[in-house]
């Protein structure tokens, strides 16, 4: 005890020194400096004895970012109980120091309770597919201040390769769609344009072979019911689960939509295997798609 007394009382007199601070303010920078070193350390061993523990990398990553932000907290309070005399003493300074920061740094501020809001309620996770700002993407980092997405094209589902950086009070103040908080399906319809002249009847039995035997698809309604199921957050049910096709009648031709329950990340694969076998039926005479002139 003696001993580390003697080396805190020469990183007293050489902060004093440096500084021009004496008696208790330089201790309290050595107090500060040491519980800042102490949570990295144990930040750090953490990482390293977990990351023995835990094998997949999605895993890892969320332990990490929670481990990280609660030493972020931990510290934040330890720091503000260290000087807290300090700052009764100066409580009337601080107040306008305060202001001014809080005033400066309003955004930062909104950004780490937004941020703080996120991890709690979860709105949305990493990996989910979410829509904010008129930005589509799958959510690859969440931090104190921000997140961030791989960005998605609106048209193609496809992601663009860029990476959307997104500050945490957007969620607050802007709506937010998240694709797969809920249920990991969702409705989408794909429209096909018949000759007038057909026989609609047969038609719309092929268009119901076509969805009904796409892999992706048929396998969807079985799970969809177990989620309804399993869902006790939010009050919402469907009358009917597998796909199903609506006519329209247009000036020239017949709107065929078939609407089905597909995962928002195998959107295109699923239109493109639909469109790939329309195409082949109408080359091989068996449907009439209509071509618009």
């Known amino acids: 005890r003696r001993l580390s007394m003697k080396y805190v009382d020469k990183i007293n007199k050489i902060i004093s020194s440096v500084t021009g601070m004496e008696g208790p303010y330089a201790n309290l920078i050595i107090d500060t400096l040491l519980i800042i070193i102490f949570v990295k350390i144990v930040q750090k061993v953490s990482y390293f004895f977990f990351s023995k523990i835990f094998k ?166 079985g799970k969809m019911i177990n989620e309804l199921n399993n869902n006790s957050s939010y009050r919402i049910y469907y009358n009917k689960l597998e796909p199903i096709i609506y006519t329209n009648i247009k000036d020239k031709y017949v709107s065929m939509n078939i609407r089905y329950l597909v995962h928002p990340k195998k959107k295109r694969n699923v239109i493109n295997e639909i469109n790939n076998q329309l195409l082949k039926l109408n080359e091989e005479g068996k449907i009439s798609l209509y071509i618009e002139k």
């Open 56 to 221: 997949k990398n999605k895993t890892r990553f969320n332990f990490r970012k929670k481990v990280s932000f609660v030493c972020n907290i931990f510290l934040v309070f330890i720091i503000i109980i260290i000087w807290e005399d300090f700052l009764l003493k100066f409580i009337t300074l601080f107040s306008f120091v305060t202001a001014a920061i809080a005033y400066s740094l309003r955004d930062t501020i909104i950004n780490f309770f937004a941020g703080i809001y996120i991890r709690l309620a979860k709105p949305f996770q990493v990996e989910d597919r979410i829509m904010i700002c008129n930005h589509i993407g799958d959510v690859v980092n969440i931090s104190n201040l921000s997140f961030e997405v791989l960005e998605v094209n609106s048209d193609t589902f496809q992601s663009t390769g860029s990476i959307v950086h997104i500050p945490n009070s957007k969620v607050i103040s802007e709506p937010l769609i998240n694709y797969v908080k809920v249920f990991k399906y969702v409705w989408n319809e794909t429209e096909v344009k018949i000759s007038i002249d057909s026989d609609i009847k047969k038609v719309k039995g092929i268009l119901y072979s076509i969805v009904n035997n796409n892999d992706i698809i048929k396998s969807i309604p």
